[in-house]
């Protein structure tokens, strides 16, 4: 961790709906935590080191909170398919090649290194059921710097045969996982339990899972009401539950016993609502991949409303892509079709509110990170837009909205985490 200052044009989040914007301004940070946000440096911080980054933007580092690693092969592809059957003929068969550790490593590296050169300092992950290929995966993310958690996913039915686990399997190469990660001591990236979601996982698995999360003081990951299918598939598989959350919370796996992150909820009902915002469950709102694979909108207006905690996934490869701007700018835009189309009771979401999902809703799964507020670990991305053409004299937060729509790797071209400089 390093102590310096950054000078240029500066944006963050305040709070859901409030942005504060800089034309020019110091960020600095001390032993990796954000000091705060000056328009002169202040003196007890003269003599630290200055980076100066002139008419560059900017903006704290952005968290992606739900994301498949091994499906990053196949992104921008089958788009045709709703989520069981893309599932079945698509996503199992290719995840079922990391058991080739050649393939994992070839195909990961891919993964990897489009989220280290990209605007993303935290992330959420999905791997598979393979132990050492996740490891492998873990291994590799350490390297980058970023901040990142990582799941071995857990499956005993609804997955085809050499795919899937006995109960026991899953809960014994669990445990292996966990010690092993604990024997590499990674500073960078953690575990969190990922019970793929309720169709795959038994009764008793989701137990013993719940039992882990509890003794390890573990988080969470999985998915929730994202597909009209696989609601009644659930009410199926779990009939003494009222709705799907119930099917996690009753182990133990829907926030009372540490941070949860659910995926979509684009279908969730009032009373499910109303348990994660009791029990604090995050949504990550995936809305590119809840469009391309016909899932539907997601009403996360209504959940911001209510004080939720909402962040961003890129869900690949449900999603195209692994810009966290992208899903910043297809959360706008399935808002304002979800109000147009049969739903104005549920309002569209504004560009402050999607950059705060992007940096301060979800960083605050990983701690105090996403903002420049004081006291804050210092993650920033630097943004160079000096290739988009135009006459229009933007603000800071005009700049950030047109990168939402414009933005690719070529824009990012400084990026710090926890206080030490990337590139």
């Given at each position: ?108 590296d ?7 050169t ?45 795919y ?9 190469e669990t ?93 969730s ?5 109303e ?17 391309r ?13 209510k ?17 966290i ?99």
């Amino acid at each position: 961790m390093d102590s310096f200052i950054l000078h240029g044009a500066v944006l963050f989040s305040e709070d859901v709906r409030e942005l504060k914007e800089y034309d020019d301004a110091y960020v600095v940070c001390a032993d990796g935590v954000c000091q705060g946000v000056y328009e002169e440096i202040p003196g007890e911080f003269s003599d630290l080191p200055v980076e100066d980054f002139w008419d560059k933007l900017i903006i704290p580092g952005l968290a992606d909170l739900h994301t498949h690693a091994p499906q990053y092969t196949f992104r921008g592809l089958y788009g045709d398919m709703e989520l069981l059957e893309w599932l079945d003929r698509v996503t199992f068969p290719e995840e079922m090649r990391y058991d080739d550790m050649d393939y994992a490593a070839r195909a990961y590296d891919l993964f990897v290194e489009d989220l280290f050169t990209g605007a993303t300092t935290r992330a959420a992950i999905f791997a598979t059921k393979h132990t050492d290929a996740t490891l492998l995966l873990m291994d590799m993310l350490e390297e980058t710097g970023l901040v990142t958690l990582v799941g071995k996913v857990n499956m005993d039915r609804g997955v085809p045969h050499g795919y899937c686990e006995t109960t026991g399997e899953s809960v014994s190469e669990t445990l292996r996982w966990l010690e092993e990660v604990r024997s590499r001591g990674y500073r960078n990236t953690s575990p969190i339990l990922t019970p793929r979601f309720t169709p795959t996982c038994t009764d008793e698995l989701m137990k013993q899972l719940g039992d882990l999360s509890g003794r390890y003081g573990l988080p969470v990951q999985s998915h929730l009401s994202e597909n009209l299918d696989e609601i009644s598939l659930v009410s199926r598989l779990c009939p003494d539950t009222r709705f799907y959350g119930e099917s996690y919370d009753r182990f133990g796996l829907f926030g009372t016993q540490g941070k949860t992150i659910m995926a979509h909820c684009v279908w969730s009902g009032e009373e499910e609502i109303e348990l994660m915002l009791k029990n604090g469950v995050y949504i990550a709102h995936c809305a590119q991949s809840n469009m391309r694979i016909r899932s539907g909108a997601a009403p996360v207006s209504l959940y911001l409303d209510k004080g939720m905690h909402v962040g961003l996934g890129s869900d690949t490869a449900g999603g195209a892509e692994l810009s966290i701007f992208s899903a910043m700018r297809d959360a706008v835009l399935s808002s304002n079709l979800r109000w147009r189309l049969y739903d104005r009771d549920v309002r569209q979401i504004s560009f402050p509110e999607a950059f705060y999902m992007a940096t301060l809703g979800g960083g605050a799964f990983f701690g105090k990170t996403g903002t420049f507020k004081k006291g804050y670990e210092f993650d920033a991305v630097v943004l160079d837009d000096d290739n988009i053409q135009t006459l229009y004299p933007a603000s800071p937060a005009e700049r950030a909205e047109r990168l939402m729509y414009l933005a690719d790797d070529r824009h990012v071209v400084g990026k710090y985490v926890r206080g030490c400089k990337l590139y």
